[in-house]
């Protein structure tokens, strides 16, 4: 690819992924802070109805992941549209807004609205994924992507023990300073951040390509690539075993509290940030992405067994640094999808990639749950596998494997996908 339109400058370049960085640190931050005081506040509308309270929460977690799931594709194809900069900065503007609304709702209905648009200004994470493609070469995308990551991870991990926090001094304290983070985030953005994609490049928008269904038709456009969404989609929903069973599990047989529960998660997403962060980026450099997704992919179904068998609690935390290998999964999978769209189909992919984690996060809840429960000693049943939803996901990463393998194949990489 010629043209000096086309080559944004390396200084600008490395600027813009330092403000992406930021964008989803911040945006993970802000969700993870109102995520300990969102049920208090939900069962202080009930009038403290705990029961009442937690179907009602149940509802808005289902509606925000739903939301995510129809916004996603929808706000990547606006991108490919109008480009990448005002659809991260006016998602960055209506988060924080958001925030606001939530901290001053006076009922459960303003509440709950709240969190509908949250579930869509929050979908802005699939234009800061293409604004990678655009500024990154192809063979350094995946290690982009690993920084993208690791952002989730580390925003996911601050974030509840920063609201929690904050939540004892007032459970809206959160809300305000997530509007905060998110608001002078936007603003910084107005300041710093360059526009990836050049007008030539855009794809026309139609809703027939922004919607999920035609997130699918796009999978569907190109060698492997549908192959590669499948294999994303089941190592999710393998991942959802975490945030569905990971206290009932530790609690039950190793009887830890909430304070090693939360050290455990920290020590999960820290260690998964810093291959994401850090390792990615050599391990790609030196065997592939395919030789690092499948490595990835090996690491991740030793570890679900190896979690759901371990007899004791030191051998659960000696396994969490081998679960953290199983990161190398995620970014080597995106960046060999972004090589096979070019560069105006980029935000419909990220887009297509997101609704496929929320199908996973609306699944693996009750799968992974009532998988738990069923292998549970009941009356005179002498068998007791309390790790089976370990196992289970465990069992959907090895199908993965061999369907990695074999839409990873050598393809030539679009022109156009090229920066």
């Known amino acids: 690819m010629t043209g000096s339109t086309d080559m944004p400058a390396p200084a600008p370049r490395r600027a813009a992924l330092v403000f992406i960085f930021i964008t989803v640190l911040l945006d993970m931050l802000a969700v993870g802070m109102v995520v300990p005081v969102l049920p208090k506040l939900v069962v202080s509308f009930m009038d403290g109805n705990t029961a009442d309270g937690a179907r009602t929460f149940g509802l808005f977690g289902t509606v925000w992941a739903l939301m995510q799931f129809f916004f996603s594709p929808f706000l990547g194809a606006l991108s490919d549209r109008f480009g990448r900069r005002p659809v991260i900065l006016l998602s960055n503007f209506g988060l924080g807004l958001d925030y606001i609304l939530m901290a001053l709702s006076p009922t459960l209905a303003w509440l709950f609205v709240g969190r509908v648009i949250s579930g869509i200004t929050a979908a802005s994470v699939p234009t800061a994924g293409a604004y990678i493609a655009d500024v990154t070469p192809p063979e350094k995308r995946a290690g982009a992507f690993g920084l993208l990551g690791a952002a989730f991870g580390i925003g996911f991990v601050l974030g509840p023990a920063v609201g929690g926090l904050l939540g004892v001094v007032s459970p809206r304290l959160p809300f305000w300073v997530a509007a905060g983070l998110s608001l002078t985030n936007a603003c910084y953005g107005l300041l710093v951040l360059p526009e990836s994609l050049p007008k030539e490049r855009r794809a026309p928008f139609s809703l027939a390509r922004a919607n999920p269904l035609g997130a699918l038709k796009l999978l569907r456009s190109q060698p492997g690539l549908l192959g590669l969404a499948s294999v994303s989609w089941l190592v999710n929903l393998a991942h959802e075993v975490l945030p569905s069973c990971f206290v009932l599990y530790t609690s039950y047989r190793y009887g830890w509290n909430e304070s090693t529960v939360g050290l455990a998660l920290g020590a999960i997403g820290i260690t998964s940030g810093a291959v994401q962060g850090g390792l990615v980026r050599r391990v790609v450099a030196r065997y592939g992405e395919r030789r690092t997704m499948l490595t990835g992919l090996s690491f991740a179904c030793v570890s679900y067994v190896a979690m ?3 007899p004791t609690s030191l051998a659960f935390w000696l396994v969490i640094p081998l679960s953290a290998l199983g990161s ?24 297509a990639n997101t609704s496929i984690r929320g199908i996973a996060g609306l699944i693996g809840p009750a799968m992974f749950t009532m998988t738990f429960a069923a292998f549970l000693h009941k009356g005179d049943m002498s068998f007791d596998l309390p790790g089976a939803a370990f196992v289970l996901a465990a069992i959907l990463v090895v199908f993965a494997i061999p369907l990695a393998s074999w839409a990873a194949r050598e393809v030539p990489v679009r022109a156009e996908a090229t920066v």
């Open 328 to 351: 190398l999964t995620g970014p080597a999978t995106q960046g060999l999808m972004s090589r096979r769209v070019g560069r105006g189909e980029q935000g419909q992919l990220q887009g």
């Open 308 to 310: 759901g068998l371990a």
